[in-house]
């Protein structure tokens, strides 16, 4: 693979992946693994309560955890990653009245790459479970494993929020992908990026998944391809038929139980798999970590920004007196140029991976030559979906 500033889908080598892919692990290579299944190394959480209570000693697993997920196999598995589970059936029972009452408000249908439909999604379980059950919230996330695992990748001071995906029986499998942030952007939006933004998105989030039911094989726990993380245009190449094609004849599956967790670098190729049981409903709880850092230093109104700057830029235009270019430059330094943090519920990603940012409604405005007042009621209206 050569060196190139940008990737694009002709810059990916599947010789070079396979090569990649084809790494072996072993758990002597690792100091704290129990035990390394199919190239995922498995941390038996009940061994490592003493390790996790001493600060030297807890720095070297956090080294080897940030190791793992970085330059080795990209994804590691908790086994017990909660002894006492009781905190995961109440949270069950908490999601499962959620599910019921959005389902009813026909919301939570949504999935970024699987089929609408064929999964009950509860968007930001992180607040609704929060504001339902306050004490089940404190015992679920206060979870010093896990908060371990979140720092050994992003440091401290992380952002968490979650997604439930529940898959009943004959709930289809997800396609392969790599996820957010540049995961969810279009191939075209993906390739605007330098190949040094293709490194940094792998390093602003964490993946995790806690098992809220025993996850057999056939239930289609999900799918992962070990050290694909390292591939540097892997952003560019997961939409390729052959990349896809690749994960399908060669990734694996752990079986996991109640309890269990399940954490990857969101670089790694993977896809949520078919539910082929005839009576488990797969429930996990999707676990989206974010780094401190992803955070501008001011806070900006940028909607009363782009309120006001769009009858100065459609008088500029008309007049001759802001090109095309210098037009895109002007809105860019004003308007929200990014889909997310956003309400899923009220502002889903149809008809692509991401909502409609600010920037874009700027310029779809302009070319439908929309009025300022008109203009403005369309900012409020993305607003009140953003913010219910």
Not at 333 to 355: H, I, K, R, V
Request: charge should be negative; include cysteine; charged fraction near 20%.
């Amino acid at each position: 693979m050569k060196d190139t500033a940008y990737f694009d889908v002709t810059s990916c080598d599947l010789a070079e992946f396979a090569r990649l892919t084809g790494q072996s692990l072993s758990a002597s290579d690792l100091r704290f693994a129990s035990a390394v299944e199919q190239n995922v190394p498995v941390y038996e959480v009940a061994s490592l309560q003493a390790t996790l209570g001493d600060p030297a000693h807890r720095a070297e697993l956090l080294a080897e955890w940030g190791f793992v997920l970085g330059q080795s196999a990209g994804v590691l598995a908790l086994k017990g990653a909660y002894a006492d589970t009781a905190p995961v059936d109440a949270a069950t029972a908490v999601f499962n009245r959620i599910i019921a009452r959005e389902s009813e408000a026909g919301l939570g249908a949504g999935d970024h790459f699987a089929k609408a439909g064929s999964n009950a999604r509860i968007w930001n379980s992180l607040q609704k479970h929060c504001l339902e059950d306050p004490e089940g919230f404190a015992l679920y996330y206060g979870n010093p494993a896990i908060a371990a695992v979140c720092e050994a990748w992003l440091g401290p001071f992380y952002q968490m929020t979650a997604q439930v995906n529940l898959v009943r029986p004959g709930g289809q499998a997800q396609s392969a992908h790599r996820d957010y942030h540049l995961g969810f952007q279009t191939a075209d939006v993906a390739a605007r990026f330098p190949a040094h933004v293709h490194d940094l998105s792998a390093v602003m989030t964490l993946q995790g998944a806690v098992a809220h039911c025993d996850m057999p094989i056939e239930s289609g726990p999900t799918k992962l391809l070990p050290f694909s993380q390292l591939f540097g245009p892997g952003y560019m190449a997961y939409r390729r038929e052959d990349f896809r094609e690749f994960f399908e004849e060669n990734y694996i599956q752990l079986s996991l139980a109640k309890g269990d967790a399940v954490f990857f670098n969101p670089a790694l190729f993977h896809a949520a798999g078919e539910n082929r049981s005839a009576d488990i409903e797969r429930m996990a709880n999707l676990l989206q970590v974010s780094s401190a850092f992803g955070r501008a230093m001011e806070t900006v109104d940028r909607t009363a920004m782009s309120r006001r700057l769009y009858p100065a830029i459609q008088a500029l235009r008309a007049a001759g007196r802001l090109g095309d270019e210098a037009l895109a430059a002007a809105v860019a330094a004003a308007a929200e140029g990014y889909s997310f943090p956003t309400n899923l519920d009220s502002d889903p990603p149809l008809g692509g991976l991401a909502p409609e940012t600010q920037n874009a409604l700027f310029h779809r405005a302009l070319s439908e030559d929309l009025s300022p007042k008109a203009f403005a009621q369309a900012l409020a209206d993305q607003d009140a979906r953003r913010h219910p």
